[in-house]
Structures are given as structure tokens and as C-alpha cells.
């Protein structure tokens, strides 16, 4: 079921645009752990956290924790999502240019080497906050939370999240390889729109 509040109008369209039955099927079989993880917590009345988690928390862990917040809006799925690393660098600058082509209006609260940003998907909601941590800062959840690893190094770092109640390894390609390169922008939006479609699926199966 659909929230009845409604997203930014670019993001709604970008939504409506995405094609998840293109998902194949192995990736498919990685993602749907997760849509019955969050089934069953909100069957038991239990807090729904997730945690995207990847080495420097700059890229593919930020695009995560926005767009599973943006996914929750959607389907009226009451998720609270967080992103961190196992160190802390900063959020690229070209996430929060990707993210605002796409419809998100965003505003950067500090202006400092590790700045924080206010990504907000829709006019009446909380705006998502975003800036590089490490996995024990205080602004995460401290137990009960999926632990959810964007990429090889941080899995390979941690093979146990304290105080997750689960960890799962869904990878995606560092659009980083393409930066200061011609296809810079397309590879961003490329991997933004991957990550869109797989929170779209795992939201999706949540509600059948």
C-alpha cells in the first residue's frame, strides 16, 4: 500500500519509471532476505532500522540509505535508515548532485571537511541526514538493526556488526572507478537508478 503523502514530483516520475521486474533473478535471491527481515519485525510490532554500511561511507551507502527512506515514504513503511563505514571519509559531492537531478532537494547544514546534508524526498517529511560515520558513532542504532553491506571490503572487514540482529551483503559497483572521467554523471545516475530499482523490490515484497 502506497502512502497517501506524496513524494517530490521528479521522484515520483523517477519512480514510476523504474523497472523491477528486470532484476535478475540471482540478484533477486540477495535482496529478498532483506523484504522478509523487515516483514517479520513490523509483524512482531518490532523497530525497523537499517543500516547501509560501506568502507568509507561516500557513495554506494549514502544512495542506499536515501533512496530504502525514500522507499519507506512510498509504501507507507515506517523504516528509519542510516548509512556508515568502517572509516569515515565524507559524502561525495557528486552523490548530492546525482541525488538533486533526481528530484531531491537537498541543503548542506555545515560546511566543514565531513559536511552534513538534509536530503529530503518529500514536502511534509523528515528530511533523511547524511554525512560519513563509522559504525560505533552514536547517531546509528546501537542493536536491533539490519546491517546491510554495500561492498566487498566492508564485508570482507566485518563478518559480524555488533548489535545488528542481521547482516546482509548486497554489493553494487563503486561509481568512484569513473570519476574526473567523461562518463562520470551517467555512471552516478546509473548506479543511483540500480539502487532505486532494488529498494523498490525489497519494499515492494514487503507489502504481498
Known amino acids: 500500500m502506497k502512502s497517501t503523502s506524496t513524494l517530490f514530483p521528479e521522484i515520483e516520475k523517477t519512480i514510476k519509471a523504474l523497472k ?3 532484476i535478475s533473478s ?17 509483524v512482531s510490532n518490532e523497530l525497523l532500522n537499517l543500516n547501509f554500511i560501506c568502507t568509507h561511507n561516500s557513495r554506494r551507502s549514502h544512495l542506499s540509505q536515501v533512496w530504502a527512506q525514500t522507499m519507506g515514504h ?6 528509519q535508515c542510516y548509512a556508515a563505514g568502517t572509516e569515515s ?10 541525488l538533486e537531478k533526481q528530484g531531491f532537494q537537498i541543503q548542506k547544514l555545515s560546511d ?3 559536511p552534513v546534508y538534509a536530503i529530503k524526498h518529500a514536502p511534509n517529511d523528515l528530511p533523511t541526514i547524511a554525512f560519513s560515520k563509522t559504525l560505533d558513532n552514536r547517531f546509528n542504532p546501537q542493536s ?8 566487498d571490503s566492508a564485508a570482507e572487514a566485518c563478518p559480524v556488526v555488533s548489535g545488528a540482529a542481521a547482516r546482509f551483503a548486497i554489493m ?8 574526473d ?3 562520470q554523471a551517467a555512471k552516478y545516475e546509473e548506479r543511483s537508478l540500480q539502487i532505486a530499482t532494488e529498494m523498490l523490490y525489497v519494499f515492494s515484497q514487503i507489502t504481498k
Open 20 to 22: 523491477p521486474e528486470l
Open 144 to 151: 536491533g538493526f539490519a546491517a546491510i553491506m554495500t561492498c
Open 74 to 79: 512510498y509504501f507507507d513503511i515506517p523504516v
Open 181 to 183: 572521467t567523461p562518463q
Open 89 to 98: 571519509t565524507a559524502l561525495y559531492p557528486m552523490i548530492a548532485e546525482t
Open 26 to 42: 540471482e540478484r533477486k535471491a540477495l535482496l529478498h532476505p532483506l523484504s522478509l527481515f523487515m516483514k517479520n519485525r513490523m
Open 172 to 179: 553494487y559497483e563503486d561509481p568512484k572507478a569513473f570519476d
Open 112 to 114: 566543514t571537511l565531513n
